[in-house]
């Protein structure tokens, strides 16, 4: 008799499990729910991703929710980037950041609102100086798969302007137009046995990568904005390139711009970081 009833037990309590498990399973079908995106998201990310279906939206749709209604539409009521801009500067972002996958969806929109396969070898270029090569690499070997991909090419039509004996003076000479006496500083300031750093930035990271041609020089130093803010921890040599941009004629207003549209990617701290930077070397009222 003790038997029957501890098996009966036995049986309500699974009985009882089984309903609630069906009642979980239940409420778990019942809260899916398309994602509700605005018609300007949908509309923007169209614009970048034609057709594409986000495997993430199946998984987290409140997260894909929140993401693209802010960044796909809040965030881009403010600013005046052009599209091209915008997703130049979020590539670039992206690179200073580790995010290949985010890079790899960002190159291919960034592809079909009229980046040029040039263009976008060059941002992974001027990355080089400024990220290191042990991080760009991979960027690199991505970037050639979705071009070739999409029936391009490789290797491009050469950008170097520049020869092992006139890298150094082309790039001093850049240098100084961008940033005018702050370089004799610079090599004044700098110790005997550190001065052969201030020539690598000359020959270097001037003389070989900002002469190329395939951006101009306001485009690159946006460029160099947006991944020394993603980086992070550069502050000083961010707020160089802040006075740089502003040297060659990208505004404050540009520079906020800029920081507001690469929010969603590096986050609030990173943003916050640089946006206080363009507010020190550009007090309000500072054009």
Not at 3 to 29: E, P
Not at 216 to 223: A, N, P, V
Request: charge should be negative; include cysteine.
């Amino acid at each position: 008799m003790k038997n029957a009833i501890a098996l009966a037990a036995v049986a309500m309590t699974s009985l009882a499990a089984c309903n609630a498990n069906r009642r979980v399973g239940d409420m778990k079908a019942t809260s899916k729910r398309p994602v509700a995106l605005t018609e300007a998201a949908i509309r923007n990310h169209e614009e970048l991703f034609p057709g594409y279906k986000s495997k993430v939206a199946e998984t987290d749709p409140e997260l894909i929710e929140i993401f693209d209604n802010f960044a796909f539409d809040e965030v881009l009521r403010h600013g005046n980037l052009d599209v091209k801009t915008r997703v130049m500067v979020i590539l670039a972002s992206t690179i200073a950041s580790q995010a290949l996958s985010e890079y790899e969806m960002m190159l291919g929109g960034a592809l079909s609102v009229g980046v040029t396969p040039v263009e976008a070898k060059e941002i992974l270029y001027q990355a080089v100086p400024y990220v290191g090569i042990a991080k760009v690499l991979d960027f690199i070997h991505a970037t050639n798969e979705v071009l070739q991909a999409r029936g391009v090419e490789l290797p491009l039509e050469g950008q170097s302007t520049t020869t092992p004996e006139t890298r150094f003076d082309r790039g001093l000479a850049l240098q100084k137009e961008i940033f005018g006496d702050r370089i004799d500083n610079m090599y004044d300031a700098s110790p005997a046995n550190q001065r052969h750093i201030q020539r690598f930035l000359s020959a270097n990271c001037f003389g070989d990568y900002w002469t190329r041609s395939g951006l101009d020089t306001k485009t690159r130093e946006l460029l160099t904005f947006s991944m020394l803010a993603a980086l992070g921890g550069a502050e000083p040599q961010l707020k160089g390139h802040v006075q740089g941009n502003l040297d060659v004629g990208n505004d404050k207003e540009k520079l906020i711009a800029v920081v507001t549209q690469l929010l969603p990617y590096i986050g609030y701290p990173r943003a916050l970081s640089a946006l206080n930077c363009v507010n020190e070397v550009i007090p309000e009222g500072q054009r």
